[in-house]
């Protein structure tokens, strides 16, 4: 790994750890305050030493913002959409979750059909269709991860 990218993770590893606090951050992840320090130290003797990725995704589930997984998009030049209105809580189950789907790729139709009638679809109407194309993707989710733990 080059010494830019592991700054740059070491950079948001810190963040990371200030958003919930040091003493919040070793509780949730079960590792000491040093141990914390040390994944985003730029100090040499540190420099090959990472969060897991288990801890990263203990701490960014009660952080304000993914730091890290951000972090990581930006280096693959990928990019998140972060929506703060979504807790991160279980879905009520794949048959709530497929009714959920059904509803929201009606009203995504329902707001094509509206953005189609003048042969031109403007801005606006794109934010609308953009929308409910990401509550889409957040239902698709929760139905993945409720089959995931099925599969388990």
Known sequence: MSDAIG????????????????ETASKLS???????GRYYS???EHA??????DVVARLEGAAS?????????DLRGITLSHDKTRP????????????????????LMAEYHQSIEDGTITMNE??????????????????KL?????VK
């Not at 740059?8 to 040091?22: F, Q, S």
């Not at 913002?65 to 998009?73: G, M, N, Q, S, Y």
């Not at 991160?88 to 509803?103: H, K, P, R």
């Open 7 to 22: 700054s740059y993770l070491k950079k948001h590893t810190e963040a990371l750890v200030k958003d919930l606090g040091i």
């Open 30 to 36: 079960g590792k000491s305050k040093a141990t914390l």
């Open 126 to 143: 794109a934010k609308r269709l953009l929308a409910e194309t990401l509550a889409i993707q957040k239902v698709l989710i929760d139905i």
């Open 88 to 107: 991160n809580t279980e879905s009520a189950g794949i048959n709530s979750d497929v009714v959920a789907l059904s509803q929201r790729f009606a009203m």
């Open 65 to 73: 913002f993914p730091h890290v997984t951000a972090a990581l998009a």
């Open 48 to 53: 090959d030493r990472f969060m897991p990725i």
């Open 146 to 150: 409720n089959l995931e733990r099925e």
């Open 42 to 44: 730029h100090d040499a």
